[in-house]
């Protein structure tokens, strides 16, 4: 599992108690590691760097590594749309929510470049198989969300894998 933009490791921590291995990547990977020594953090700026999690000796350049999960919450960084699809790994799940348009009228964060666009992650998802989507309000704090749970499909060449089983 891959928590991106991680924070203190609120989802780390809740997929490590159930026996899953996380990795987890911020710019401050302090606090996370804190109270998860079990976890892979790597600290990076990921709006400035190039994306860190890649495999060494790929011939055409970094690929990168592969995760069964890939979660996203309150984070948008555009420029990473590539990196986070190709982190998805055949029949991985990526489970995406941040702010979209709109909230600008609730709170923050109301600059543009940090709210999705009407069916943006649809379009960011458009060759994955989209398992459930939202777009809407919140309340408490009220806000405007987008929200996408979408699986990569399954390479042709193998039989596809059973979908990940993430227990309660």
Not at 59 to 72: A, E, K, N, Y
Not at 128 to 157: C, M, N, S
């Amino acid at each position: 599992m891959l928590d991106v933009a991680c924070g203190g490791g609120r989802h780390l921590a809740w997929f490590s108690r159930r026996g899953h291995p996380v990795t987890g990547v911020d710019r401050d990977t302090a606090a996370a590691r804190a109270h998860l020594p079990e976890a892979e953090l790597v600290t990076a700026d990921l709006e400035a760097g190039p994306w860190p999690l890649t495999q060494n000796g790929a011939q055409t350049g970094p690929v990168s590594r592969q995760f069964d999960l890939v979660v996203v919450t309150n984070y948008l960084w555009r420029p990473l749309w590539p990196a986070l699809l190709g982190s998805l790994a055949p029949g991985g799940l990526l489970m995406y929510e941040t702010f979209a348009a709109g909230n600008e009228t609730v709170g923050r964060p109301s600059r543009p470049e940090f709210l999705l666009q009407p069916g943006e992650l649809l379009k960011v998802c458009a060759d994955l198989h989209v398992v459930a989507y939202e777009q809407g309000t919140l309340t408490d704090p009220a806000r405007y969300v987008q929200r996408i749970v979408a699986a990569r499909k399954a390479d042709a060449k193998s039989s596809p894998p059973a979908p990940p089983v993430y227990p309660l």
